[in-house]
């Protein structure tokens, strides 16, 4: 168990760690109903019940090879587009967000994340967070194989704010991108197994 003695600044993963990542996924497979409804005159309903279908079937990856292959004339890069730039429909809990305000008075709170920055970047606005967070760094942003665990994403952190690792606390629901990726730096850990574990720290 982490020390808060020590701790001075707050490290927060974003995806089901603030929110759950379902609702990102929904969201965007709706944009992606909605525009493929409008091109092949199926309704938006339709297609996102297929979208859904594939998602529970074989999780993610496959999901838009489905629609290809179901619908003709349909271009999988022209969905990936959609999906990826969509801006999503997702919120905090408001609970969520009075644990954030809380932490904010007394520690220093950035947000670290994976993911392509462009899409997170949109989850990002979605939600609001810059209003709430002092820096948020995309761990890709110089390459997808700089993504957590990889330490250059955490030392890049280290070095903005001057804090020893210590003195810095990992919040995340990942065990090998979070947990095990900060502590090899030296940082102290949350995990989070649930989104409402973040009420614990409160």
């Known amino acids: 168990m982490f020390s808060w003695i020590m701790i001075k600044l707050l490290i927060f993963d974003l995806d089901n760690t603030l929110y759950p990542e379902i609702g990102y996924v929904q969201s965007g497979f709706w944009a992606v109903a909605e525009f493929l409804s409008v091109k092949i005159g199926v309704k938006a309903e339709k297609i996102f019940a297929d979208l859904m ?85 995309y761990a890709q942003e110089d390459g997808e194989e700089f993504k957590k665990p990889h330490p250059k994403a955490f030392e890049r952190i280290i070095e903005y704010y001057k804090f020893n690792p210590e003195e810095i606390l990992m919040i995340g629901d990942d065990e090998e991108a979070d947990m095990m990726g900060a502590s090899r730096v030296g940082m102290q850990t949350f995990w989070v197994k649930e989104i409402d574990d973040i009420k614990k720290l409160c």
């Not at 489905?66 to 730039?85: A, P, Q, T, W």
């Open 53 to 137: 279908g594939s998602f529970e079937k074989h999780g993610r990856g496959k999901n838009f090879d489905y629609l290809v292959e179901k619908y003709l004339n349909v271009k999988k890069e022209e969905l990936i587009k959609i999906y990826r730039g969509h801006l999503p429909k997702i919120e905090l809990k408001e609970s969520t967000w009075q644990c954030l305000e809380n932490l904010k008075k007394n520690h220093t709170i950035c947000l670290l994340t994976n993911g392509w920055p462009e899409v997170q970047k949109q989850k990002v606005k979605a939600l609001g967070l810059e209003k709430i967070f002092d820096k948020i760094f």
